[in-house]
Structure formats: structure tokens, C-alpha cells
């Protein structure tokens, strides 16, 4: 495998080609690092972490949709960052500290979006009060907790917006299984929690920034 990576390294266009076999990647042009490699169990360290299945899910989707809807992102910059888990860009919750696992930076026109995504299962955090979920900016009750928009607040400036997203693996129907009075689809989703085995879901976290 070492023999592979050092002839990968010298020619960069099969470098930036998908491969999920010998050495698993997926090329993103939007993103910062290039290639995201995928997490095998044949490398010991990957630094930054090597794509978990969910958050290969939301790779492809995003770079699908993005391939197939150029037309729509004509004016529009798009950056993703892979962020460090607990070393990279963090923020203080109530019980943990909370490291999203991208950042997306989206420059349109004047205003300039910073977006904070977690893609991940929500089995053990199935409520709308997760702190996780309440960090977007939708307390459900007096937390001593700052969200999201109380940061963005806290900039005062009106070309900078910050949001946040939960992208869940766990299908919808398996996270309110065994739940009374559960939440909608819907409610879910203005609440930024969306599901990765939606088809339009790279479609549905664009339109709740208003970028398309």
C-alpha cells in the first residue's frame, strides 16, 4: 500500500479520481482537502479522519447535486473544510464540547454563510431537545447554553450568517420508533436535522439557507 500511495502521489489526476478499493477516497473539488480519504481498517491513523460511512454518504450526495445542478450555484462560492475532532473548531454545550465534523463556507453575493455539519446516527438522541439539535438555534427551554445564532449575533454583522445541521443516518422511522408523540418529518427539519436517506436532502439544506 505504501508502494501505491507514493506512485499516487506523483501522478495527481488519478490522485483526484473516486476509488473506493486499495486506497478508498472520493475527490471533491469544493473541498480543502483533496482527496477525502474514506476509513479503511488497513491504515492505522488518518490525518484528518478518514470518512465514517455517514459522512461518505453526505460526500457523494453533496457532489452529486452539485455536479447535476451547476446551473443553480453560477454566483455562488463554495468551500468545505474536514474539521479536526478535538482539535479543530469546537464549541462548549452543556454536557460535551461539540466538534462538527464539516464546515462549509458559502460566499453568495455579499453575505457569506458559515455552516456547521454533523453528519451522524441519532439512536441515542432521538428528542428535539438535544443539545446537539438545540445548538442550532432552537432552545426548548432556558439552557445555559449559547447557540449558533446567539454567536452570530454576538458578530454583528449582517454579511456574516451562521447556521447549524445534523445530517442523520438513522432512518426516520427507526428514530421515532417506540417514541410517544413524536415529532414530524417536518418539525425535524426546521429544526436542522435532516435525513441522509432522503434523495432531495443536499436539495432541502440548501433551500433552509435561502441559497437556491
Known sequence: ????????????????????????????????????????????????????ESEKE???????????????????????????????????LVWSKFYPDFIMWIKKEVKQHIVFIDPKGLEHSKGLDDEKITFAGFKTQNLDMV?????????????????????????YNKLINGLAGYPSKDEY???HVLFLEDEDCVEKFFKLLSII
Open 147 to 171: 447557540t449558533i445564532k446567539d454567536i452570530e449575533r454576538s458578530l454583528n454583522r449582517k454579511d456574516i450568517i451562521l447556521d447549524s445541521f445534523i445530517l442523520s443516518s438513522t432512518p
Open 189 to 191: 427539519e426546521k429544526h
Open 58 to 92: 453526505f460526500i457523494l450526495d453533496l457532489k452529486k447535486y452539485l455536479e447535476t445542478n451547476k446551473d443553480k450555484f453560477q454566483n455562488v462560492d463554495i468551500y468545505l473544510l474536514r474539521n479536526y475532532p478535538f482539535s479543530g473548531i469546537g464549541f462548549q
Open 1 to 52: 500500500m505504501i508502494k501505491e500511495i507514493r506512485k499516487l502521489a506523483e501522478d495527481l489526476d488519478k490522485l483526484c479520481q473516486d476509488d473506493f478499493k486499495r486506497l478508498p477516497r472520493i475527490y471533491l473539488d469544493r473541498s480543502l482537502y483533496i482527496p477525502l480519504l474514506i476509513q479503511n481498517d488497513e491504515i492505522d491513523k488518518i490525518s484528518p479522519s478518514g470518512l465514517v
